[in-house]
């Protein structure tokens, strides 16, 4: 037997991380297109009359929010979960091989079914439930994707060295597990060409929920698909990474494992605040808006705490343009988990519903603390990945402010089109006949729109900035590994 | 009674339940301090800083015979 030193291996991480950059660029880059399109309608059809089918808005929604949350997002928190699984629980993948094969599985078979999906979505073949669209074939595969994950989850911590789980893993398991649920339970269909005897294309599916049932499973899924795909595992990665970065202890562990509780507790309940006002009982209602506003609590336990974990290195934030990334990604999470609740409650509904308010809410989470926290995470594994530091700091705090600038006409944009939507919506002459007609309310709101094209096209810009500043990592200055104990090294 | 009724105080005792267990937990951990293995919770932030395949684990799992 070879007698090399144990070491961590990350080739799983890379490949995650690689898929990661690239389904980044298409989901924000349809996402742009989308932008645009709201504001001028013509670019429909950008590609010529003959291929709008495949450039209309409705046809690349689908996409632009299945590319970001299960392509961009899910990539970035696999690679996350390969390298700080390992590291945290003291264990190396090379340890076994069940394990190497169960990951590099993992991510061909989920490549492959992206694939699909790409090619499905643009064929306009959906169950038309929102941010569950595939069709069953798709559905089964990702089970056994999931099912993947947690046997490699299960597996690293089989054989760990470290007793306990560091809080990153609880919230990587919590993930696991509710996404299982959500994705079983959202997705029960019948094939309708077996449940009826061969009518129909076999891949075609109806929901077992009709009407009102349907409704609430619906949003029971949506509303906990964000919180168990774009919020728990993210909070699994700034557990490790803001520490590590910045080689500060988390302020308090303890906060951190009752935010934990706190957010497992509450979090289910809230989905029903997407169907206020609509025909799901009252006390549904109510108790969505009621967990909602209590979600506050454990949300800003767990962002409190990482602010606080920079107590007395503040400059740190100055000087690192990493450190900046988790900083202002932990302001944004504590900002939209104060929003969102505030969307929740009946009277602000009233207006908020079915407006871009929405739209504006949605991205100031996604762009400043989902995107900002993969980037930093990829930014804090690539030097060690590679051995190499960094290839540009300058590029990453132009980036970094790119970015902001570009969240920041995104939701400002939105929220006033939101509430001036909701108001002319709403507005009423003495009689009670509707001031406005729809198309009053567009016209008013094409400056808005424009606006936040402009914005996503400066996050997009931002982006492939990092993609480059990466892709330049990889032939950067080797380092040493004293230098990737903390701080990652960074070239000017 | 009818299920709707069973259902709403199904839902207040869990209701009642999960809030003094969450309670209950965040009383223990702020006053014990440490877990039944004696470590303080504090310490577990070292598992990020000091993560090194050579470290020492904070706490080591008992090896297998």
Known sequence: ?492 | MSIAELQAYGYVVALVFLTVALYAYIYHLYTKRKDSDGHDYEEYSNMALKDDITDTPVSEKPKKK
């Open chain 1, 1 to 492: 037997m070879e007698d090399r030193p144990l070491e961590y291996d990350y080739s799983v991480t890379r490949l995650f991380m690689m898929n990661t950059i690239f389904v980044g660029i298409v989901g924000m880059l349809v996402g742009v297109i989308l932008a645009w399109q709201m504001a001028y309608p013509e670019l429909n059809t950008f590609l010529g009359e003959g291929l709008a089918e495949y450039t209309n808005f409705s046809r690349l929604r689908v996409l632009h929010t299945d590319s970001v949350i299960y392509g961009f997002v899910l990539s970035a928190v696999w690679a996350s979960w390969y390298y700080i699984g390992q590291r945290v629980l003291k264990v190396s993948m090379a340890e076994s091989r069940t394990l190497m094969i169960l990951g590099k599985l993992h991510f061909w078979i989920y490549f492959a079914a992206s694939a699909i999906i790409v090619v499905s979505l643009l064929m306009g073949i959906t169950t038309s439930k929102e941010y569950a669209e595939f069709e069953w074939p798709l559905d089964l595969g990702i089970t056994i994707i999931w099912l993947l994950w947690g046997a490699g989850i299960a597996g690293l911590i089989a054989i760990r060295r470290e007793k306990t789980l560091y809080i990153s893993i609880w919230y990587f398991i919590a993930t696991f597990l509710a996404v299982a649920m959500l994705h079983l339970f959202n997705n029960l269909e019948i094939p309708t060409y077996f449940g009826s005897g061969g009518i129909g294309a076999w891949y075609h599916s109806v929901s077992m929920y009709a009407g009102t049932n349907d409704a609430l499973v619906q949003w029971w899924f949506g509303h906990n698909a964000v919180a168990f795909v774009l919020t728990t595992p993210i909070i699994a990665m700034i557990y490790y990474f803001l520490p590590k970065e910045s080689g500060q202890a988390i302020y308090s562990y303890k906060l951190s494992l009752l935010a934990f509780w706190g957010l497992m507790f509450v979090y289910l309940w809230a989905g029903g605040h997407h169907l206020l006002y609509s025909t799901v009982p009252d006390w549904v209602q109510t108790m969505g808006s009621v967990f909602s506003v209590i979600l506050i609590l454990p949300s800003w336990g767990s962002a409190i705490n990482m602010l606080l974990t920079m107590k007395g290195e503040w400059q740190q934030v100055a000087a690192s343009p990493l450190i900046k990334f988790m900083i202002m990604g932990s302001t944004f999470y504590m900002f939209s988990t104060l929003e969102g609740p505030i969307q929740a409650i009946k009277s602000v509904n009233a207006i908020a519903h079915f407006t871009d308010w929405i739209i504006g809410h949605v991205h100031d989470g996604a762009l400043g603390w989902v995107g900002f926290m993969v980037v930093a995470a990829i930014y804090h594994m690539a030097p060690r990945l590679f051995n190499r530091e960094i290839y540009s700091k300058s590029l990453m705090a132009a980036q970094f402010w790119i970015q902001t600038l570009g969240i920041v006409l995104y939701f400002t944009s939105m929220w006033i089109a939101g509430i001036t939507q909701g108001m002319m919506w709403r507005a009423h002459d003495e009689f009670g006949n509707l001031a406005y007609s729809f198309i009053d309310t567009v016209e008013v709101l094409h400056p808005y729109f424009t606006i936040r094209a402009v914005g996503g096209t400066l996050y997009l810009i931002g982006f492939i900035m990092f993609a480059y500043n990466i892709y330049k990592t990889t032939s950067a200055r080797e380092v040493e590994a004293s230098e990737l104990q903390n701080a990652s090294p960074m070239g000017a």
